[in-house]
């Protein structure tokens, strides 16, 4: 079984040769890096990722966390694995020199995480969650939450999590109940309930900061109501010290399909004690303020989706070559030796679609992450401005077109495993089952085409889909090979049919309001989730025409020539099929609208 978790000469391909992520070595955060460092880092990752995170990932899987006593146990690996990352500094990697980061770039960043994702989903998700958190407390909390919270999080003493959802309410976050009172002392006094927080209690860490949404009595209704809260499962001191429990209590776990390493947790506020929390920022501003860790955490989602993805594709992979099954069509000799399953057209056929889905998913979540370094250290203050311009359009299709694909890549691996694939004793259906979290996690994929096609593509006037589409023509113009120049032409007139049925909706929801123009919004998401994933493909096979018409090496050679097919079998099978979508788009199809509960 094959130890390989992202095929690191795909990363170098992506990171080097299309990103060219030496260039931010040149900017003044970054200035202390090298290439050479930021390699060293990814090698740490790598390395700490298969030794620590893969070899108890089928042993998390089968024992998952029990509620044992109010408690939470889980296998000893766990924290031996999450100790060993934040060591490392992965938690704090992307944070000031001052705090005890390492002001790594999100690019070397995200690419580290794949490792941890790829190796074993249910513990790298505590990790995850941490990372997000502290973002958070270090944008919006003030200097005493800082002083009290922030370092501790950062060297893995204390863990994060984001509670938002609640039973009665799921994403409707306007419907949220739990309650914050004010105090003389200061604090607020918490109660509610919340469902389904990841790693909402654990023993890993000496102590857990919870993220929670509450609106404090009198607040305006609906989400401008809403207000942001630190509530700790454990009280501390001034200088941060763990003292009592805090009024949070593990109420049950979930027991999910996949990702049972992570718990899921239902957790009570107030309910047994009181439950002290502290207000971050100003009062009302919650949602705004999570959306920062929201919107960061879709972007995790995404990558984390293309990662397990990528681990189930490597395995079906290494299947496919060891796998002596049948013979050619041509070969009619019964006693002719049988040839490796990867000789099969179908198999190949299965192993390319994989390919195509995740590593066009693993450039899409790196020219995300890249948008993220650019919006916040591009030495040109409109350069800043306009990726983050394109990074708002990106992010629903950052989070939901890998989380689609991923788990259909493992789909695919299972059926390349044929009926071992859909067995325990090996390791693919767990790949699945992990990434079949994925469409839901953050935001479903329909809350997304809503968010998309409602709110992002109308954003700013519209500045970021008028800025993706001229990053577009530059690399439509960049292709030179002669098939690059036959994709770019279908992509060209892909893009120019999504704008045509764009100002169809433009249109529509001007005239007729949103309900009509919005009641297709998971084909407008899947139509530019297709053309921007094309485009991530277009830009690699741009780079690797260009490398093998300067020469190179046969493994190199190998290599790029099996991006160009990849990228032929995106362009050829997977951008055709949006033609359905933009007829549905045009005609404003109302087969789904007009249904009604009675019909069904």
């Not at 893969?54 to 690996?77: C, L, S, Y």
């Not at 916040?376 to 694909?405: C, N």
Request: proline share 4%; hydrophobic share 40%.
């Amino acid at each position: 079984m094959t130890d390989v978790l992202i095929n690191r000469r795909d990363l170098s391909f992506q990171l080097n040769e299309v990103l060219d992520t030496a260039a931010l070595c040149n900017r003044e955060r970054f200035s202390e890096h090298s290439p050479e460092t930021f390699e060293a880092v990814i090698e740490t990752a790598d390395r700490i990722a298969r030794e620590k995170f893969a070899p108890h990932n089928a042993e998390a899987d089968r024992n998952e966390p029990r509620f044992v006593d109010g408690k939470v146990e889980m296998i000893p690996d766990v924290k031996v694995a999450f100790e060993a990352l934040a060591e490392a500094g992965f938690i704090a990697g992307r944070h000031d020199y001052e705090v005890g980061g390492m002001q790594l770039p999100e690019s070397i960043m995200t690419a580290c995480a794949g490792f941890f994702m790829a190796a074993n989903a249910g513990t790298a998700g505590y990790s995850f969650l941490t990372t997000a958190a502290s973002n958070l407390v270090r944008v919006f909390g003030s200097p005493q939450q800082q002083e009290k919270y922030l370092s501790r999080m950062l060297t893995g003493q204390y863990s994060g999590t984001m509670a938002l959802t609640e039973p009665h309410a799921g994403s409707s976050l306007s419907d949220i109940r739990t309650t914050a009172t004010p105090t003389e002392a200061g604090h607020y006094l918490i109660r509610g309930a919340k469902i389904y927080i990841s790693g909402g209690e654990q023993e890993i860490t000496e102590n857990i900061v919870h993220m929670v949404l509450a609106k404090i009595k009198g607040a305006p209704p609906g989400v401008k109501g809403i207000s942001l809260f630190i509530v700790p499962k454990y009280r501390t001191d001034d200088e941060g010290n763990r003292l009592d429990r805090n009024g949070v209590a593990l109420a049950g776990l979930i027991h999910k399909l996949g990702y049972r390493g992570t718990t899921s947790t239902a957790l009570s506020f107030g309910d047994d004690a009181e439950c002290h929390g502290y207000l971050v920022g100003e009062p009302h501003q919650g949602l705004r303020y999570m959306f920062h860790m929201m919107n960061e955490a879709r972007l995790g989602v995404g990558f984390g989706a293309v990662a397990i993805g990528y681990r189930g594709y490597m395995h079906s992979l290494e299947y496919a070559r060891d796998r002596l099954q049948g013979r050619k069509p041509s070969s009619k000799d019964p006693a002719s030796p049988q040839v490796p399953i990867i000789e099969h057209t179908d198999v190949r056929r299965m192993l390319l679609a994989q390919k195509s889905y995740v590593e066009g998913g693993l450039a899409l979540c790196l020219y995300g992450a890249r948008l993220v370094d650019d919006a916040a250290s591009h030495p040109d203050v409109a350069q800043r401005r306009d990726a983050q311009h394109l990074l708002d359009l990106m992010t629903p299709v950052i989070k939901a077109w890998p989380s689609e694909y991923g788990p259909k890549a493992n789909d695919l691996a299972i059926q390349v495993y044929g009926g071992a694939g859909y067995t325990r004793e090996y390791p693919v259906e767990q790949c699945w089952r992990d990434n079949r979290l994925n469409p839901i996690h953050e935001g479903t994929n329909g809350i997304q085409a809503m968010d998309l096609l409602g709110r992002k593509v109308w954003q700013a006037e519209g500045e970021g889909i008028q800025l993706l589409i001229k990053a577009i023509q530059r690399d439509l113009e960049a292709a030179s090979d002669q098939r690059c120049q036959q994709w770019a032409s279908s992509l060209s007139e892909t893009v120019q049919q999504a704008g045509q049925v764009t100002q169809v909706l433009a249109g529509t929801m001007m005239k007729e309001g949103p309900d009509k123009a919005l009641a297709n919004a998971s084909c407008y998401l899947h139509l530019l989730g297709h053309i921007i994933v094309a485009w991530m493909w277009l830009r690699q096979a741009n780079v690797a025409t260009t490398k093998l018409a300067d020469g190179c090496e046969a493994a190199d050679e190998a290599f790029y020539l099996g991006k160009l097919q990849a990228a032929q079998y995106f362009f050829h099978w997977e951008l055709p099929t949006v033609a359905q979508d933009i007829v549905l788009l045009r005609n404003q199809d109302d087969t789904c609208l007009q249904m009604r509960d009675g019909w069904f």
